[in-house]
């Protein structure tokens, strides 16, 4: 892949991928969500901040940010450039909504323009990864473990397809990157675990026909009534 063609996918799909959707729906709403929650711009924060509404725009907005560049590169460039152009379109378009030149580089955790940058490349592997996500978010209510158990996915999956190893070299990319951005998360869970006490047995107490009888008494039986 020659150095021109390098540099307009990882420009093309930078800026794509910077558009800080979360941003500007909060200001449509009157809402920073950077202000607010965990102060991320990503659809899980909107959600809790902004209402499941703008937050399920975040979300699919923010997919399409990977999935939409990473289908034109594949589609544009010549075919023997093609994989590699698409792949490094997707890897930007994650970088540039994680690193958003517009916010001073401050911005999501990069997993659902993820989705969209792999499925644009390998569509069943996107699909498969996002509902297992959205599972894992469903039960557990911590996005963190869907987010790296679905990136994981993603390193696996691209294994079982057999695709070329600039595939794997994306995929273990992409895994590094979204664990790297749920760092902080992850202390928090283990902390958090850590600190969980132990579950300990505790015996039921003795009926009353079973508790200890005092010296110089005589032991009831359990039928005996009480004079």
């Not at 909107?46 to 937050?55: A, E, F, I, Q």
């Not at 379109?89 to 659902?112: D, M, N, S, Y």
């Not at 498969?128 to 557990?140: H, P, Q, R, S």
């Not at 294994?159 to 190893?165: D, M, N, W």
């Amino acid at each position: 892949m020659d150095p021109l063609h390098l540099a307009l996918c990882a420009l093309g799909g930078y800026l794509a991928g910077s558009i800080p959707t979360g941003v500007l729906l909060g200001r449509v709403a009157g809402k920073d969500p950077r202000s607010e929650g965990s102060g991320n711009i990503g659809a899980s924060n909107v959600t809790r901040t902004l209402g499941k509404k703008l937050g399920a725009v975040t979300l699919v907005v923010d997919v399409l940010k990977g999935l939409l560049p990473t289908m034109a590169a594949a589609k544009l460039l010549p075919a023997e450039v093609a994989l590699e152009g698409a792949l490094v379109t997707g890897f930007a378009a994650v970088v540039g909504h994680c690193f958003p030149v517009w916010l001073k580089f401050r911005g999501g955790k990069g997993v659902a323009t993820s989705f969209g940058a792999v499925a644009g490349v390998m569509p069943v592997v996107g699909l498969v990864a996002a509902l297992v996500w959205a599972m894992l978010v469903f039960f557990t209510r911590i996005p963190t473990i869907g987010s790296v158990v679905a990136a994981a996915l993603f390193v696996v999956l691209a294994y079982v397809e057999s695709h070329p190893f600039a595939v794997h070299l994306f995929t273990l990319a992409l895994f590094a990157l979204i664990v790297v951005r749920h760092a902080s998360n992850l202390r928090v869970l283990r902390d958090r675990w850590s600190k969980k006490p132990p579950k300990t047995y505790k015996r039921p107490p003795r009926p009353a026909h079973r508790q200890p009888t005092p010296k110089g008494t005589k032991p009831r039986a359990p039928g005996d009534k009480k004079r």
